[in-house]
């Protein structure tokens, strides 16, 4: 490639990166973006980007998305687009028949991206008058965005969902937020929130997901007015049936995530580490579960044949 040529296509990245990443426009030089595409923290390529829609499919990673540059941030998670299904006649009578595809194999096509409609709601219809949309999910080293543009809003087998055009670019921020690991489903792991008297009777749930700076939790959507955010809780966590860790935190969110089937209502508390072996303890039950969660993940790339990242 002659240097004219190199130009055009360092100018059409620099383009693309000032669109979606408009607050860090003045550091995408050229020495920055070419030493990004060099070190793998820009991504160009649909091929580069692929395992990451991958892995968020697979593993249900929640994922952050802003729209036109704006700070409110909305949730969503990457969603399966399959054919429909095939009729056919066996005995007389009309049966579907599940078409020969394999979870995600869509995405291979590297053409679309189809997501659940965002929570909060309101998201949705300001999605459909979005020039650019922004798709952040975590991995245990970094945080991934992508940037890519809103197509329409269609139906997979009668499911509402959001339909993106394939991401343009992507980047690699590394340490913008702790590693949060996500607790199997299968995990020996519950959660008691202390009731406080006259107000809450104690509550017993599973986790989330979980990192050494807090938790987050499932509550019922009946429970939702029961925490309020910056108030003081006082959790027990008990992990493989050991001795349970009993710990004060402070309430950071009340959300609603779309999963697959419904929505999730979520808590999520920040833990008030106030001594070396409290924490200590923390990061124990954090490595179990990071273990479990990367043991997962290993699980499901050699089932699937995929090369998940972790």
Not at 51 to 79: C, H, I, N, W
Not at 81 to 105: K, L, R, S
Not at 108 to 124: A, W
């Given at each position: ?33 070419e ?45 399966d ?29 590297m053409s ?44 997979v087998?009668?499911l ?61 959507k ?7 955010k ?10 493989n ?70």
């Amino acid at each position: 490639m002659n240097d004219e040529s190199n130009d055009k296509v360092l100018d059409s990245i620099k383009k693309k990166l000032v669109t979606f990443f408009p607050e860090d426009a003045f550091s995408f030089t050229r020495k920055t973006v070419e030493e990004g595409l060099e070190h793998g923290d820009i991504m160009v390529k649909a091929t580069d980007i692929l395992p990451y829609l991958q892995t968020a499919l697979l593993d249900e990673k929640t994922l952050e998305v802003e729209l036109d540059g704006m700070p409110r941030v909305y949730f969503s998670k990457v969603y399966d687009d399959p054919p429909e299904m095939v009729e056919e006649e066996i005995d007389g009578e009309t049966v579907q028949i599940p078409p020969d595809y394999n979870q995600g194999d869509y995405l291979q096509r590297m053409s679309h991206l189809i997501i659940l409609p965002l929570e909060p709601g309101m998201g949705n219809l300001s999605m459909r008058h979005s020039q650019q949309v922004l798709v952040r999910l975590f991995t245990s080293s970094s945080a991934i965005e992508l940037g890519a543009f809103f197509d329409t809003t269609t139906l997979v087998r009668d499911l509402p969902v959001l339909r993106l055009k394939y991401p343009v670019i992507g980047r690699h921020v590394r340490g913008l937020r702790i590693f949060r690991a996500k607790v199997p489903a299968d995990m020996l792991f519950s959660i008691e929130i202390k009731g406080k008297q006259n107000q809450r009777d104690s509550i017993e749930t599973r986790p989330v997901d979980i990192s050494v700076k807090g938790i987050a939790f499932s509550i019922e959507k009946s429970e939702q007015k029961l925490f309020k955010k910056d108030e003081t809780l006082i959790i027990q966590l008990t992990i493989n049936n050991d001795q349970p860790v009993k710990i004060h935190c402070t309430v950071r969110h009340v959300s609603k995530i779309r999963s697959k089937q419904s929505i999730e209502y979520l808590c999520g508390v920040e833990f008030d580490l106030r001594t070396r072996s409290l924490a200590s303890a923390i990061e124990s039950i954090v490595a179990t579960v990071q273990r479990a969660h990367l043991k997962e993940l290993s699980d499901l790339s050699e089932e699937s044949g995929l090369k998940l990242v972790l």
